[in-house]
C-alpha cells in the first residue's frame, strides 16, 4: 500500500499536466458521473470537501490573498453546488459563468496549478480514492480555458 501511495504520489504531477493541458476523458454518462456523486460522498461529502478546500485555499502562502475579500460561506455554496452538479448530482449550480466570474482577477497559470494541488490535498485529507480525484479533475480541467486571463 505504501508503495502504491508513492507511485500516486509521482503520477499526480503527470496527470495534472494532462487534464490541465485540456487532454481530459470524453465527457461521461450520466451512470458514470451519477457514480462519481455517490464516490464524493453526495450532498455531505461534497459539502465537507468544500468547506475544507475553501479553509485551505483561504490560508494558501501562494493564492490566498486572492480570497481575501471573498465570502467564504458563499463561495463554498458556489463550489459545493457545482461540483455536485458536475457529478451528477442533484444540485444546480446558479452563479456566473467561470468567464465572467474570473474575467478581472488576472488568474496566471501558476495561481491555477496551485488551487488545483489545494484541491488534492484536500481531497486526500477526506481519503477520496486517486481514481476518483482524477475523475473530478478531469471535469473541472476543461474551466482553466475561461479561469486563466493572463
Given at each position: 500500500?505504501?508503495?502504491?501511495?508513492?507511485?500516486?504520489?509521482?503520477?499526480?504531477?503527470?496527470?495534472?499536466?494532462?487534464?490541465?493541458?485540456?487532454?481530459?476523458?470524453?465527457?461521461q454518462t450520466a451512470a458514470t458521473a451519477?457514480?462519481?456523486?455517490?464516490?464524493?460522498?453526495?450532498?455531505?461529502?461534497?459539502?465537507?470537501?468544500?468547506?475544507?478546500?475553501?479553509?485551505?485555499?483561504?490560508?494558501?502562502?501562494?493564492?490566498?490573498?486572492?480570497?481575501?475579500?471573498?465570502?467564504?460561506?458563499?463561495?463554498?455554496?458556489?463550489?459545493?453546488?457545482?461540483?455536485?452538479?458536475?457529478?451528477?448530482?442533484?444540485?444546480?449550480?446558479?452563479?456566473?459563468?467561470?468567464?465572467?466570474?474570473?474575467?478581472?482577477?488576472?488568474?496566471?497559470?501558476?495561481?491555477?496549478?496551485?488551487?488545483?494541488?489545494?484541491?488534492?490535498?484536500?481531497?486526500?485529507?477526506?481519503?477520496?480514492?486517486?481514481?476518483?480525484?482524477?475523475?473530478?479533475?478531469?471535469?473541472?480541467?476543461?474551466?482553466?480555458?475561461?479561469?486563466?486571463?493572463?
Open positions: 500500500m505504501v508503495w502504491n501511495r508513492h507511485l500516486q504520489a509521482a503520477l499526480r504531477p503527470m496527470v495534472c499536466a494532462f487534464l490541465l493541458l485540456g487532454g481530459a476523458a470524453p465527457a451519477d457514480t462519481l456523486y455517490h464516490a464524493l460522498g453526495e450532498v455531505p461529502g461534497i459539502t465537507a470537501l468544500m468547506n475544507d478546500f475553501v479553509e485551505r485555499l483561504r490560508v494558501d502562502p501562494r493564492i490566498g490573498k486572492m480570497f481575501a475579500e471573498t465570502k467564504p460561506a458563499n463561495l463554498k455554496e458556489q463550489l459545493r453546488d457545482q461540483v455536485c452538479q458536475l457529478s451528477g448530482g442533484p444540485c444546480r449550480y446558479e452563479g456566473d459563468t467561470m468567464k465572467a466570474a474570473h474575467a478581472e482577477l488576472g488568474i496566471r497559470k501558476a495561481d491555477f496549478n496551485a488551487l488545483v494541488e489545494v484541491l488534492q490535498v484536500a481531497m486526500d485529507a477526506r481519503q477520496i480514492p486517486f481514481r476518483d480525484q482524477n475523475r473530478l479533475l478531469a471535469l473541472l480541467a476543461p474551466m482553466h480555458r475561461d479561469i486563466i486571463t493572463r
